[in-house]
T-cell receptor
Framework: SQQGEEDPQALSIQEGENATMNCSYKTSINNLQWYRQNSGRGLVHLILIRSNEREKHSGRLRVTLDTSKKSSSLLITASRAADTASYFCATEYRVNYGGSQGNLIFGKGTKLSVKP | KAGVTQTPRYLIKTRGQQVTLSCSPISGHRSVSWYQQTPGQGLQFLFEYFSETQRNKGNFPGRFSGRQFSNSRSEMNVSTLELGDSALYLC???????????????FGPGTRLLVL
């Protein structure tokens, strides 16, 4: 399978705590994106990090990318009950002189539960 | 700007029937991709259209087809429905073609299809 792997599969924390989710992938990528999905609804784009970037921040989100280990992590700081959702990483694989495979490859997701 | 819209939101069909789902991308976006999400297989890429041409196709049988119109709106069709086609079908739009390095893909709310 070309899919990335997120871990953990499920994470339960208290409001105010930090949540860290990890994603591993298999081959060279152009970029990696993180998405959130609330209860079987559409995907909400959170952040895109390019292969030449190591860290990116957006509000309470911090994403890191380690291309040597083919892994990324998403940190949500000071979590809120509203952060309860499934989180997916999606990679765009690099082919042929830096071009794109042409579609996103998703992991299975991490189900985050934030208890008030 | 209005987001990606999908119609219908929910659909119930019986085995052997066919179904057509519609997706309107964000204004100005010329790329539309379709994904199938099931509990067992996760999110899987179906196909991508850019400027009315199919640019990329996932590993799905020929019963799954699509098209894109000159206004970038896209439809996907599933013929001879099977129970296993029950899923959430998501479309995503982007300003760039899948063959170029992708920018962010923005997803619609999805169409939930139930096949009885």
């Amino acid at each position: 399978s070309q899919q990335g792997e997120e871990d953990p599969q499920a994470l339960s924390i208290q409001e105010g705590e930090n949540a860290t989710m990890n994603c591993s992938y298999k081959t060279s990528i152009n970029n990696l994106q993180w998405y959130r999905q609330n209860s079987g609804r559409g995907l909400v784009h959170l952040i895109l990090i390019r292969s030449n970037e190591r860290e990116k921040h957006s509000g309470r989100l911090r994403v890191t990318l380690d291309t040597s280990k083919k892994s990324s992590s998403l940190l949500i700081t000071a979590s809120r009950a509203a952060d309860t959702a499934s989180y997916f990483c999606a990679t765009e694989y690099r082919v042929n002189y830096g071009g794109s495979q042409g579609n996103l490859i998703f992991g299975k997701g991490t189900k985050l539960s934030v208890k008030p | 700007k209005a987001g990606v819209t999908q119609t219908p939101r929910y659909l119930i069909k019986t085995r052997g029937q066919q179904v057509t789902l519609s997706c309107s991308p964000i204004s100005g976006h010329r790329s539309v991709s379709w994904y199938q999400q099931t509990p067992g297989q996760g999110l899987q890429f179906l196909f991508e259209y850019f400027s009315e041409t199919q640019r990329n196709k996932g590993n799905f049988p020929g019963r799954f087809s699509g098209r894109q119109f000159s206004n970038s709106r896209s439809e996907m069709n599933v013929s001879t429905l099977e129970l296993g086609d029950s899923a959430l079908y998501l479309c995503a739009s982007s300003s760039t073609s899948g063959l170029a390095v992708q920018e962010t893909q923005y997803f619609g709310p999805g169409t939930r299809l139930l096949v009885l």
